[in-house]
T-cell receptor
Framework: GAGVSQSPSNKVTEKGKDVELRCDPISGHTALYWYRQSLGQGLEFLIYFQGNSAPDKSGLPSDRFSAERTGGSVSTLTIQRTQQEDSAVYLC???????????FGSGTRLTVV | AQSVSQHNHHVILSEAASLELGCNYSYGGTVNLFWYVQYPGQHLQLLLKYFSGDPLVKGIKGFEAEFIKSKFSFNLRKPSVQWSDTAEYFCAVNVGYTGRRALTFGSGTRLQVQP
């Protein structure tokens, strides 16, 4: 597609439920990133996929968070047993290579009630 | 680990005023530097980036930034702002080809331009 696509755009869930957020990067982009943007704060790095290499998970805030990238394309970020502090906008970005900029999706606004 | 500081959290300007938003990073090696803009209700968009070469980088919508290696700075400038520049601006750094290759963002600067 023309840009990075994320779904759903909005998600309201009850505390304790699991959620899955999807990111469809730009075709051919080898690198994929997940970030979290909380109200009034900057962007917090979560996880990074590069080709077939092991992902950099160093930004995941707890073991309730996990992500996978199937076939080097679509990625799913899963949050288990959601907590209210997980409420944020989850952003996905992709890029073609190290000499290129990052293209961001519109994000998924997650609200845990 | 690298970090990015944006010291101006909220800036209010009148139209036609000049803009300079500060950005400092902490990393002594090769860096790639970016400015992103987020207009109200929209997603992050790339304004400009620096990888190498001329340290004065020109971006979209009349923005420019200057990389000053000795000061670890990459300040964003625009000579004359417009009401439509009202947005949040994020500086970000990517550490060359080593270390974590994800972007590290500053906390953002909210720019409000009054007509």
């Amino acid at each position: 597609g023309a840009g990075v696509s994320q779904s759903p755009s909005n998600k309201v869930t009850e505390k304790g439920k699991d959620v899955e957020l999807r990111c469809d990067p730009i075709s051919g982009h080898t690198a994929l990133y997940w970030y979290r943007q909380s109200l009034g704060q900057g962007l917090e790095f979560l996880i990074y996929f590069q080709g077939n290499s092991a992902p950099d998970k160093s930004g995941l805030p707890s073991d309730r968070f996990s992500a996978e990238r199937t076939g080097g394309s679509v990625s799913t970020l899963t949050i288990q047993r959601t907590q209210q502090e997980d409420s944020a906008v989850y952003l996905c970005a992709s890029r073609e290579g190290v000499d290129y900029g990052y293209t961001f999706g519109s994000g998924t606004r997650l609200t845990v009630v | 680990a690298q970090s990015v500081s944006q010291h101006n959290h909220h800036v209010i300007l009148s139209e036609a005023a000049s803009l300079e938003l500060g950005c400092n990073y902490s990393y002594g090696g090769t860096v790639n530097l970016f400015w992103y803009v987020q207009y109200p209700g929209q997603h992050l968009q790339l304004l400009l980036k620096y990888f190498s070469g001329d340290p004065l980088v020109k971006g979209i919508k009349g923005f420019e930034a200057e990389f000053i290696k000795s000061k670890f700075s990459f300040n964003l400038r625009k000579p004359s702002v417009q009401w439509s520049d009202t947005a949040e601006y994020f500086c970000a750094v990517n550490v060359g080809y080593t270390g974590r290759r994800a972007l590290t963002f500053g906390s953002g600067t909210r720019l409000q331009v009054q007509p």
